[in-house]
């Protein structure tokens, strides 16, 4: 594809685009196809001779998109949002047309530098402690893992590092049933096993209890197990749950364990004066997390990491052969050593646009609608004969099931299971399903960047007719 080319189809892509934001409600929400169908229509083996663009588009059309779930939607209710934003959709150009790789302050020096700019900009804008220093990763799943091998390393004195674990101590990772299972899956990858994960039980809000944590910690003391490191979080994936950071902060730093808090989704919502409470006691952590690439309209994938020390992190994860040695040295900032990529996306200019486009009362404003419909809509469901709204809202999330009169708890968790199919084979709107108390819910999270309040109450309706059906 030559220059005259590519700009003729470049721009008959973005008119797709711009299309298809104006039109994407006009879909079904998740895909309306069964496994197989759409690489059924794909060919066995690659052309040999290259093919025409239109052609390419036309199967785009009709082949990929019918098999497309449709997260730009104004009704997907569905997990947290991975929102688009046509700022966003700008800056990703720029950053794929220049395919910069940000490992170094020497590949790149503005991209190392706007990211350390970005850095501070959400420090301010969360009011987050001004020693902090920090880092863009692609997911909190990542961010996790580097607080899992900083944990390790800080609790064995770096040693794991440099011998392996056949003689390092047994350790031991908390937090509770409703963190992410990114802890899980980090703990497995940094090879300390499943069986040092110990699940803090929750108090009625689902939050964690600090006494709970305080005892299981004593007690992997006196078995001689070593308290690595406690993972907190504010916007628990099922219910939206939120630890006491100030007080498991002191059980942390009694036990030294490294503090972890992971605020994944809730995290852009601290922005608003009225939610940063919900970080009551986050300056005592050793790291934090959110993700600009859910609530905040940055286009995935963009992860905010924080970390009080960052020799600690730096420690853990360097490796310097001679191919990456430059001349400023420790002058500059070199991300490579800040995450498990050495390769690295120019991830800031996503948020550079999108934070001086928006401006902050635009995302302000943006994050109190969606609380508030969540608000509206939860009075709705208590109001709503045949429903029980089970928690929330916490912030835009609240969770629901059926209740009928005459049935036992078995047969109402099996109609709730059946009105969620019902929901997502509809089309109109997407939910997911979770378990609070080991029963199944129905999980509702307002979050899109077009959603109105009118699609909320939409899909609302459209929930409360199709459960007529069972």
């Known amino acids: 594809m030559n220059s005259k080319e590519f700009r003729k189809n470049a721009h008959d892509v973005i008119d797709w685009i711009a299309d298809y934001m104006d039109g994407v409600r006009d879909f079904p929400v998740r895909a309306q196809v069964a496994p197989g169908d759409v690489r059924a229509k794909l060919p066995a083996m690659p052309p040999l001779e290259g093919e025409s663009f239109d052609q390419l588009m036309t199967d785009f059309k009709d082949i990929i998109l019918p098999g497309v779930t449709h997260w730009q939607h104004p009704r997907f209710f569905a997990y947290f949002p991975a929102n688009v934003t046509p700022e966003s959709q700008l800056a990703e150009m720029l950053i794929s047309a220049m395919g910069i790789n940000a490992m170094l302050w020497e590949t790149s020096p503005a991209a190392t530098e706007l990211e350390e700019a970005m850095m501070g900009w959400l420090k301010d804008m969360l009011d987050l402690p001004r020693a902090w220093a920090g880092v863009i990763q692609d997911t909190a799943s990542s961010a996790t893992f580097c607080a899992v091998l900083a944990a390790r390393e800080r609790s064995t004195d770096w040693k794991v590092n440099e011998t392996g674990l056949q003689h390092a101590p047994k350790m031991a990772f908390y937090t509770s049933a409703e963190a992410h299972s990114s802890l899980e899956k980090a703990v497995k990858m940094a090879g300390l096993g499943r069986a040092s994960i110990r699940l803090v039980p929750t108090d009625k809000d689902h939050a964690m209890q600090p006494a709970a944590l305080a005892a299981m910690m004593e007690e992997d003391r006196k078995a001689?197990?070593?308290?690595?490191?406690?993972?907190?979080?504010?916007?628990?994936?099922?219910?939206?749950?939120?630890?006491?950071?100030?007080?498991?902060?002191?059980?942390?730093?009694?036990?030294?364990?490294?503090?972890?808090?992971?605020?994944?989704?809730?995290?852009?919502?601290?922005?608003?004066?009225?939610?940063?409470?919900?970080?009551?006691?986050?300056?005592?952590a050793d790291s934090f997390v959110f993700n600009p690439h859910k609530w905040m309209g940055v286009q995935f994938d963009c992860t905010a990491h924080f970390v009080r020390d960052q020799d600690t992190l730096v420690r853990t994860l360097t490796i310097l052969p001679a191919y990456l040695e430059t001349r400023e040295g420790s002058t500059v900032t070199d991300y490579r050593d800040w995450g498990v990529q050495l390769g690295?996306?120019?991830?800031?200019?996503?948020?550079?646009?999108?934070?001086?486009?928006?401006?902050?009362?635009?995302?302000r404003s943006m994050f109190r609608g969606h609380v508030a419909w969540a608000k509206d809509l939860a009075a709705t469901v208590r109001d709503t004969d045949g429903f029980e709204l089970v928690t929330g809202p916490n912030l835009s999330l609240l969770t629901f099931r059926l209740l009928k009169e005459g049935l036992d708890t078995e047969e109402l968790d099996v109609l709730t299971e059946k009105l969620l199919t019902l929901v997502n084979d509809d089309g109109f709107t997407y939910l997911t399903r979770t378990l609070v108390n080991g029963r199944p819910v129905i999980r509702f999270q307002v979050g899109q960047v077009q959603t109105t309040k009118d699609d909320v109450m939409a899909a609302w309706a459209r929930v409360v007719e199709l459960a007529k059906a069972v």
């Open 224 to 284: 001689g197990i070593i308290p690595a490191m406690v993972m907190a979080t504010v916007g628990s994936t099922s219910v939206g749950a939120a630890d006491p950071l100030k007080a498991i902060g002191v059980i942390a730093r009694a036990n030294k364990a490294y503090f972890h808090v992971d605020a994944a989704w809730a995290g852009s919502a601290m922005v608003c004066p009225e939610f940063r409470y919900l970080l009551d006691g986050v300056e005592g």
């Open 344 to 363: 690295r996306r120019m991830r800031a200019l996503k948020l550079w646009f999108v934070i001086r486009l928006r401006g902050l009362e635009g995302l």
